[in-house]
């Protein structure tokens, strides 16, 4: 059984870097041909995709945030995690992990969500 789990701080400040980690039980992040994604939905808005981190640990951001976000991973603790510099309350959002077959469309698993807060 696949599983994904978000966490870090639900509160973060102005200016400062929002930090999340996803931890990946039931499969490695290495089992080819597997993506694994951010995507957050803001209060009222849609799901917006932030980027993602393949299998093979290439990259790729949403053109409209690429320049405050950065996706890493940790094989060892079979995570990856997200950082996204500079925040505003824009940014307040449930953030959420989910994995996709590369080239085939739709997320098969989602962690829950965290709710992250951006407010002094």
């Known amino acids: 059984q696949v599983q994904l789990q978000e966490s870090g701080p639900g509160l973060v400040k102005p200016s400062q870097t929002l930090s999340l980690t996803c931890t990946v039980s039931?499969?490695?992040?290495?089992?080819?041909?597997?993506?694994w994604n951010w995507i957050r939905q803001p209060p009222g808005k849609g799901l917006e995709w932030m980027g993602v981190?393949?299998?093979?640990?290439?990259?790729f951001y949403n053109p409209s945030l690429k320049s405050r976000t950065s996706i890493s991973r940790d094989t060892g603790k079979n995570q990856f995690s997200l950082q996204l510099s500079s925040v505003t309350p824009e940014d307040t959002a449930v953030y959420y992990c989910?994995?996709?077959?590369?080239?085939?469309?739709?997320?098969?698993?989602w962690g829950q969500g965290t709710q992250v807060t951006v407010s002094s």
């Open positions: 989910a994995r996709e077959l590369e080239a085939t469309p739709g997320y098969d698993y």
């Open positions: 039931g499969t490695s992040i290495t089992t080819s041909y597997y993506t």
């Open positions: 981190i393949a299998y093979d640990g290439s990259t």
